[in-house]
């Protein structure tokens, strides 16, 4: 469903990303693990546009992005929904405003964008009574679920979640995750996760390293306590990345 060969992007004279090569197979659940600043949220803009690759190819659905006008672009990305590291909620705008924002701009009549509002806000596990609230009175957990509930409004084939747990309580940490999940399977979506929360192997089909700029390790989620890839190893045990070891 996605390709990515040989993917360059430097800010100044920053590597970032250093010729990377990824394959997200359709319906895979795969995680994208790595360090605070390794590039994880660079290499997810790339892929929806946000970011222009100084080099390298997308490939989504057999489409080369680089070599699509505008038209075909937006026909691309509207299969891709993208959940904001911090929910990215606008917080002069209600829920339900936040949620019906693409349709309300439109200049679609709200008693219409209504129902199709409250049908994505009960799929994420909220009430009714949320839509007239603003984001300052949510919680985290809150948040975080309405702003997937307004990436769903485009029922997308492709979603990608940019740190979706980070700062949440344990509980609200593992309810989240059920609800990625939950959306995987509802929607026979492909879901990228961008974590570095170990819980996420519970859920994840595929998991991918990112390091110095290169995708290091892509391997099955299930085994990934048993994998002796070093980086991968110290990584997942929050160990010091000095010499490397396995055991
Ligand atoms: N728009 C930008 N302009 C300049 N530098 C950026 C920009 N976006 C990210 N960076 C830099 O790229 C590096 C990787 O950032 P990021 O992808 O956010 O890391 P991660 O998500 O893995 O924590 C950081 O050093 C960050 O400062
Ligand atoms: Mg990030």
Redesign the pocket.
């Given at each position: 469903m996605i390709k990515i060969r040989n993917l360059k992007k430097s800010?100044d004279s920053?590597i970032?990303t250093d010729g990377l090569d990824l394959e997200i197979k359709r319906h895979d659940f795969m995680a994208i693990i790595?360090r605070?600043?390794?590039?994880?949220?660079?290499?997810l803009k790339q892929i929806i546009g946000l970011?222009k690759p100084d080099s390298g190819q997308i490939i989504i659905d057999n489409q080369d992005i680089s070599k699509l006008n505008k038209e075909e672009l937006h026909e691309i990305y509207k299969k891709c929904g993208y959940v904001f590291q911090f929910a990215a909620l606008l917080d002069s705008l209600n829920v339900f405003q936040n949620v019906g924002i693409t349709l309300l701009e439109e200049g679609e009549d709200p008693e219409k964008v209504r129902p199709l509002v409250l049908e994505k806000i009960k799929n994420v596990g909220l009430e009714e009574d949320v839509l007239e609230k603003y984001p300052a009175e949510l919680s985290g957990g809150m948040k975080k679920r309405v702003g997937l509930a307004r990436t769903l409004m485009l029922t997308p084939q492709i979603i990608m979640y940019d740190e979706p747990t980070t700062g949440l309580d344990p509980i609200t940490v593992r309810l989240i995750h059920e609800l990625i999940e939950k959306t995987h399977q509802d929607l026979n979506a492909t879901s990228i996760v961008?974590s570095h929360d170990i819980e996420v192997f519970k859920y994840a089909k595929t998991v991918s390293m990112l390091h110095e700029g290169k995708i290091i390790y892509t391997g099955p989620a299930q085994t990934i306590w048993e994998c002796d890839n070093p980086y991968v190893y110290q990584f997942i045990r929050g160990l010091e990345q000095g010499p490397i070891k396995t055991k």
């Open positions: 800010f920053k970032i790595g605070s600043g390794e590039g994880k949220s660079v290499l970011i961008i």
